[in-house]
Structure formats: structure tokens, C-alpha cells
């Protein structure tokens, strides 16, 4: 059985693995120069090596845009980012990001998508052909290597597009809605996987989502961004479930009712204050 003492607290004396110090994120208009846009303001958010971090909040509000600076992907206009201590100066090289959107590509097998990072960092090909192949394996994929992105379903996408991040065993993992697109038992299949492949090593997650339900069935720690412009962390639970966890029972448990109700209490008004400012928009 696998021990559930909250990965933070075996850690609190290591610097964070990620570390987003009063972060600010202004952009300016492209079409008026003069008008700008503060996506982000004065957010300070920090995952533990080990621990999986949740953000929810509502849509827009900046989710993505906190992801894109852990990755290196996006300077913030104020603030420090922090990877074990260090500061982050261009892309993040100890970061994995499995994006939202579809990122394979088309003229490539299965195989030859989860082996692209790694020949591009000079892998040798035998070697990264053999890894990719263990890989797809630990996904599910064993047999489909020489399959293409539009002959998989989604499912397979996704599990190709896992197999591509974990590849090069990063020590922070990045995922943006990664499952969104999918349907509710892929979703939860996939949910499952990633959980038992996060088990084996515990590296340090920053997940992002709107599923609340999905949040705190994956997490060690949810935080809730509130409503943009501005956006800024309003509420932060400690997600108190044993693990290991298997995604569809763990919601039936009172305590995870009871997680359910006070999260959502805290982003029931983001939720209608993003989706009135939508209407407007």
C-alpha cells in the first residue's frame, strides 16, 4: 500500500520544484498600443517535488497563461520563476508540457512522435526507437507503433501525446486540459494512467483544468484562480484522499462530496463572473 503522507510535507525542506513568486502578466493590444491587458496579477503559486498541483478556475481566467511561464514559453512582466531553486531564464529543460490541443504530427508514426524530443536532443536512433517503444508500451500502445495520428482515435492520440512528454522523464510535468476532448470513460482511463505513471516516480505536477470533479480526484492540492482580468489565486485545499486512487470510486466517498462542496463554494461566483464577462465580450 502505498504510503499517503502528502508528498509536500516529506519535502518542506527542499526548495519547490516550481516556484511562481508574485507574478504579474501584462499584454499589450496589438491593434492600440496604448491599451493593455493584465491577464495576471500578483499571483504567487509553488509545487513541491512530488506533488501534484491542480489549478481550476473559470474559462479565461488565465490558467493557461500561469502554465506557458512555468514552461518558459511566456516571460512574466513582473515577478520571478523559481525550477529547484534556480531562477528560469528561457524555456524550462526540466519541464514535460502535454498541451490541450492535438501535437503530433501528421507525417509521423506513433513511434516516431514519442522519439521526436529525443532525437532532436541527439539520442542516437536505436536507442530513443527502443525507449519510444517501452513507452508506448507503459501506455497501452503496444503493436501500434507504425500507426498514424489519423488512424488512432483520440484516446491513442492522447496516450501517444503522454508517451511523447514522459519520454525524456522530466522532473516537472505540465498539462494543460490534456483530457478535455475526450469522452468521460477515455477520460477516466487516461485519468487513471497518468495517476499509476505518476505513482512509480512522483514527480512534481502542475495541472490544469476546468473539471473540478478531475481536480481533486488527481490532486494533492488544488488551488482556484478567480475571475480575470487580474487573475489571482482566491483559495488553496489540501486534498486529503488516500491513494492510491482510482478516479470513478474515489468520487462516491463523503470526504470527496465534502471537497466538492467547500472548492466549489470558494468558484462558484469566478465561474459566473467569467461566463457574464463572455456574454459581453
Not at 520563476?81 to 490541443?101: D, H, S, T, W
Request: hydrophobic content about 45%; charged content about 20%; aromatic content about 6%.
Amino acid at each position: 500500500m502505498a504510503s499517503t503522507e502528502a508528498p509536500a510535507a516529506a519535502n518542506q525542506q527542499q526548495a519547490p520544484a516550481l516556484l511562481l513568486q508574485d507574478i504579474s502578466c501584462t499584454f499589450v493590444s496589438r491593434d492600440d498600443p496604448g491599451q493593455r491587458y493584465t491577464a495576471v496579477a500578483n499571483t504567487t503559486l509553488s509545487v513541491a517535488p512530488g506533488e501534484f498541483v491542480s489549478v481550476v478556475g473559470p474559462t479565461g481566467c488565465g490558467k493557461s497563461t500561469l502554465l506557458n511561464i512555468a514552461a518558459g514559453l511566456l516571460a512574466p512582466s513582473l515577478g520571478v520563476v523559481e525550477c529547484f531553486g534556480e531562477p528560469l531564464n528561457g524555456i524550462n529543460k526540466r519541464a514535460g508540457y502535454m498541451f490541450q490541443g492535438e501535437a503530433l504530427l501528421p507525417w509521423r508514426s506513433a513511434l516516431d512522435n514519442v522519439v521526436a524530443g529525443l532525437e532532436f536532443a541527439g539520442v542516437e536512433r536505436a536507442q530513443a526507437c527502443e525507449r519510444g517503444r517501452q513507452w508506448l508500451m507503459r501506455v497501452g500502445l503496444n503493436g501500434f507503433e507504425d500507426r498514424y495520428p489519423h488512424q488512432m482515435s483520440g484516446g491513442m492520440r492522447k496516450r501517444t501525446m503522454l508517451a511523447q512528454t514522459l519520454i525524456r522523464d522530466p522532473d516537472i510535468i505540465l498539462m494543460d486540459e490534456p483530457f478535455s476532448a475526450l469522452d468521460i470513460q477515455t477520460r477516466q482511463l487516461m485519468e487513471n494512467e497518468v495517476l499509476e505513471l505518476w505513482m512509480a516516480k512522483r514527480k512534481a505536477v502542475l495541472f490544469i483544468t476546468h473539471d473540478l470533479d478531475e481536480a481533486i480526484a488527481m490532486s494533492d492540492r488544488v488551488v482556484v484562480l478567480s475571475a480575470g482580468p487580474g487573475t489571482h489565486p482566491i483559495g488553496e485545499f489540501v486534498i486529503d484522499l488516500p491513494r492510491p486512487r482510482d478516479v470513478a470510486e474515489v468520487r462516491m466517498q463523503p470526504r470527496f462530496v465534502e471537497l466538492h462542496g467547500a472548492i466549489w463554494s470558494v468558484l462558484r461566483d469566478e465561474v459566473l463572473k467569467g461566463y457574464a464577462q463572455q456574454k459581453r465580450a
